[in-house]
């Protein structure tokens, strides 16, 4: 257990004393609490949960997404915080899915996967906060987050680019989201690291994250379209529900 008089897990300079530190935005996970009748149910986000929906169990609501006590100061949660917010103003409030969609038939959606680009997002922030995700995913010690294991070089290396104590590294990620609004409490929070922990997936709710440290993998060749790497803009791929749907069942086997 975590204590306030421990030392933040990001500057190990001052003490932790923040409490109900986000692993990931709140407001990426918003919309999977709360059900198509207005009622805020939420759902469990452990493994547990995964093994509750394969057979079929009531899963006990949660009403926020996961979050911990004691692993940031305030001062190092506030960086994030001013980096969600950049997020949250330039992206997540103001995307416009059905303009984008224009002539994007669900065949085009399905067989040529559109990506978007956001130019009003600036590039170096977007990418600081999905290495912040990265980041809080690997010191948090929640049960949702075990099957993170980022390796301590790379660990280092993007604690120094948000702390800006080194010059910003480009490390290519992918940024995936659904082409039309999905049903939301079927969506998840889910994190793994994969290919030798090389590669880090990062599941938000109806956003998906990749992290790439090794050299380019046949798996994420298939969706090399959407990799963001030494570009002036953040890019999203689209996926069609269909696609989407299959990827969760890849993802989680439900
Ligand atoms: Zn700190």
Not at 144 to 171: A, G, M, V
Request: proline letters at 4%; glycine letters at 2%.
């Amino acid at each position: 257990m975590r204590k306030p008089t421990d030392l933040c897990l990001l500057c190990n300079t001052n003490l932790a004393s923040q409490t109900n530190s986000h692993i990931f935005p709140r407001f990426m996970g918003v919309t999977m609490l709360t059900s198509s009748n207005n009622k805020r149910e939420g759902y469990t986000t452990t493994t547990d949960f995964i093994d509750k929906l394969k057979s079929g169990n009531k899963i006990k609501p949660e009403q926020d997404t996961p979050k911990e006590d004691f692993i940031l100061c305030p001062s190092c949660e506030n960086n994030f915080e001013k980096l969600e917010t950049h997020f949250a103003n330039k992206h997540y409030k103001v995307i416009d899915k059905p303009s984008l969609l224009n002539n994007k038939t669900d065949e085009v959606l399905i067989n040529k996967m559109p990506v978007i680009v956001n130019k009003k997002m600036d590039y170096i922030i977007y990418k600081k906060l999905i290495y912040s995700m990265l980041y809080r995913a690997s010191i948090t010690s929640l049960p949702q987050f075990t099957n993170i294991h980022l390796p301590e070089n790379n660990k280092n290396s993007i604690r120094q680019i948000i702390l800006n104590e080194i010059e910003f590294i480009d490390y290519p990620t992918y940024s995936i989201i659904p082409a039309r609004d999905t049903e939301y409490t079927k969506n998840c929070i889910y994190a793994n690291s994969e290919l030798d922990n090389k590669a880090h997936l990062l599941c938000v709710n109806d956003y998906i994250f990749i992290i790439d440290f090794g050299s380019q993998s046949y798996l994420l060749k298939n969706i090399a379209r959407f990799k963001n790497h030494k570009e002036q803009y953040a890019k999203f791929g689209l996926l069609s529900d269909k696609v989407w749907d299959d990827w969760r069942k890849t993802f989680l086997g439900v």
